[in-house]
């Protein structure tokens, strides 16, 4: 098991930066591809990024490739998420989510959920 909170959303213009971070806590962190995902209004919870348990293989969706950065602190038990050139698509409640049996490609449900942070862009 284990226990996920994010923090950092908040207010942004559009075109400015916004750092996400999701703190674990409860079995080891190391071991866990971690990902980020997000949910707009009336929209089904997308993919955003994942990352692997070493942080040396990442992925990315394509409406946020080049803008956004994953990477993970082991040490800090600490999942990121860098938004730049944010824009009014990418306002959202996004989620952090950890899997000790998925691989940082998959595409199947992830087993522990965080409980959100809200990122609102204004154009």
């Known amino acids: 098991q284990v226990h996920l909170v994010e923090s950092g959303g908040g207010l942004v213009q559009a075109g400015g930066s916004l750092r996400l971070s999701c703190a674990a806590s409860?079995?080891?962190?190391?071991?866990?591809?971690m990902g980020w995902f997000r949910q707009a209004p009336g929209n089904e919870r997308e993919f955003v990024a994942s990352?692997?348990?070493?942080?040396?293989?990442?992925r990315y969706a394509d409406s946020v490739k080049g803008r956004f950065t994953i990477s993970r602190d082991n040490a800090k038990n600490t999942l990121y998420l860098q938004m730049n050139s944010l824009n009014a698509e990418d306002t959202a409640v996004y989620y952090c989510a950890a899997s000790d049996t998925l691989s940082v490609s998959s595409t199947r449900p992830y087993d522990y959920w965080g409980q959100g942070t809200q990122v609102t862009v204004s154009s």
């Open positions: 409860g079995r080891t962190f190391s071991t866990y591809t």
């Open positions: 990352i692997s348990w070493s942080g040396r293989s990442t």
